[in-house]
């Protein structure tokens, strides 16, 4: 009888340890998760953040090439009445 208890004390150890070490593993595991999924949160907001410049910088765009087209006709009305000067 106190050899298998001896077995059975041997063998719940053994359990006991395996379990303690796939908690620590788990532990280590649900942190990589975590800090993954902070990675993906700032690789979202980046990502707006960039596209929000982006569309600003397209409305920019627009907006000067609006002022240039003016620009551009201003000149050759200038440029129209000049010759017509002349």
């Known amino acids: 009888m106190s050899r298998e208890n001896q077995m059975l004390n041997a063998e719940l150890s053994n359990i006991v340890n395996e379990r ?22 700032v690789k979202d907001q980046e990502k707006e953040q960039l596209m929000n410049s982006y569309r600003k910088l397209i409305g920019e765009h627009e907006r000067l090439d609006v002022i240039l087209k003016g620009s551009s006709d201003e000149t050759d009305n200038l440029r129209l009445v000049i010759s017509r000067l002349i």
């Open 20 to 41: 303690d070490k796939f908690l620590a593993e788990l532990s280590e595991c649900e942190k990589q998760v975590h800090y993954l999924d902070e990675l993906c949160r």
